[in-house]
């Protein structure tokens, strides 16, 4: 063969074998594009839909398609490796979701396990630790890590508490138990910018942008959302016009619902004929009963901790005042009328407003009573019930978050809904709970519905 009729056979060759070569490519392609183009991308990739360094794209017929100058590129997204599904989606229904943040989250608590608060601590501390093992047997891919530190019922130390956990880089932090502890802790985390959840908490102006700053939320119903509707409920059924106050003056909660009693009494047309005050830590009401008796009050209503609550029943009925009794938050303990420890049979009939009765015919509520009655022996109170709710508040707030940063996780828990055992929960405009109060009432020694 001469050595144009070789040269010609090589170019002939070298052709046939690019044409081969652009098949092979094309039915590759062709294969691409037949793969599902509905999935979700996975976080971080790239779905190219503007012209970029000579790249076009074709969103609208196969959008993880893009034609470049050397042919077209396809990408297939697997289901199992999807984007980190509810990072902006609000929470609905029991608050179950898949996605979002996972690892594990620092949340800290600040408890009153020692001191006069301490019967409202230790049910919250059990009510947190369960809450905590319910969550962590979740299949969810977050985990928390519960730091319960105990603040003595003292204000000062609530601060120094919530300063270590704020040092800690805690995600969250639940408490103070008192809403003394509330007012000197939480503007240390509102400063840090991390969120605060309180679950007792009742006093006026704490969560919220009126209150201490929108980093702080609550779970408990305040005394303002509390005492108004078991006043009105009271008046409507004992008819009473005239009415004794008695409260300390030396505790912002007490002091706080106090003023909120004055303003639902007046409101319902009663009129205040005696107002005593006590110190925290008093004993003996000898003085203030006498005053009170003789004012001749239709009904005494006790803005009061359970420290104090407990001999001010007692005392009223050892003097032979019959009348009915009506309590804030404090009162909201077993130990109200507990017969070893309390004011016993001199409870029964005292009438308090709350955010959870046991007697509740939700499900979720029975489930939490019996387990709960099935790990501590005794039954849970509100204080209980409202820490459960809480770290799953928290919880649900932590995973649906953005991020994990304090303004990310706040934001998200503006956004909780969660079918609790206290029945639906969700923040109102002030970062309160968006829910009614239940009226309750000591008959047989337990809280009973009152109707």
């Known amino acids: 063969m001469s050595r144009i009729g070789r040269k010609f056979g090589f170019y002939l060759v070298a052709l046939l074998l690019c044409s081969l070569a652009l098949a092979a490519c094309d039915n590759n392609a062709t294969t691409a594009t037949t793969a599902p183009t509905n999935t979700p991308m996975v976080a971080g990739a790239t779905n190219t839909s503007a012209s970029s360094g000579g790249s076009m794209s074709n969103p609208t ?62 049910s919250q501390k059990n009510g947190l630790e369960m809450a905590r093992d319910d969550i962590n047997a979740m299949a969810g891919g977050l985990k928390l890590e519960l730091d319960i530190q105990d603040d003595a019922s003292k ?38 910018g991390i969120p605060v959840l309180a679950i007792s908490n009742t006093a006026d102006k704490i ?4 209150g201490i700053g929108e980093y702080i939320f609550r779970a408990s119903l305040s005394e303002r959302q509390a005492i108004p509707p078991t006043i009105k409920a009271a008046k409507a059924k004992l008819n009473f016009s005239k009415a004794a106050l008695l409260f300390g003056d030396d505790d ?19 009129q205040i004929v005696a107002t005593e005050t006590y110190k925290k830590g008093a004993t003996d009401f000898s003085g203030q009963i006498s005053n009170i008796k003789a004012a001749a009050p239709d009904v005494i209503v006790v803005s009061g901790l359970i420290a104090e609550a407990i001999p001010v029943v007692k005392q009223l009925r050892d003097a032979g005042v019959t009348l009915p009794i009506i309590g804030g938050n404090g009162f909201n303990n077993p130990r109200l009328f ?14 308090v407003g709350a955010a959870w009765n046991i007697a509740s015919d939700n499900p979720k509520s029975e489930d939490f009573i019996t387990r709960y009655k099935a790990k501590f022996g005794s039954n849970p109170d509100q204080f209980a019930a409202q820490a459960y709710t809480g770290l ?18 706040a934001a998200a828990l503006r956004t909780v809904s969660y079918d609790s055992v206290m029945g639906a929960f969700k923040f109102n405009a002030d970062q309160d709970p968006d829910m009614a109060a239940v009226v309750q009432i000591v008959q047989g020694g337990k809280f009973a519905i009152y109707k």
């Open 61 to 122: 017929a196969e959008p993880n398609c893009t034609v470049t100058a050397s042919g077209k590129v396809c990408t297939t997204f697997s289901t199992a490796a999807t984007a980190l599904a509810g990072d902006s989606m609000p929470m609905t229904g029991t608050g179950a979701m898949d996605g979002g943040q996972t690892g594990t989250a620092k949340i800290g608590a600040i408890l009153s396990l020692s001191g006069a608060a301490a019967p409202y601590g230790t």
């Open 155 to 192: 204000a000062d130390q609530a601060g120094q508490v919530m300063q270590k956990l704020v040092s800690a880089k805690s995600v969250l932090v639940i408490g103070p138990t008192l809403s003394n502890g509330a007012f000197t802790a939480d503007p240390i985390a509102q400063q840090a």
């Open 207 to 210: 969560s919220g942008k009126n």
């Open 252 to 270: 912002a909660f007490t002091k706080s619902g106090a003023e909120v009693f004055k303003q639902a009494l007046a409101d319902n047309g009663v």
């Open 338 to 351: 507990s017969k070893e420890k309390g004011a016993g049979d001199a409870a029964e009939n005292v009438i």
């Open 392 to 409: 799953h508040i928290a919880y649900f707030g932590i995973k649906n978050a953005k991020s994990m940063s304090g303004a990310d996780v």
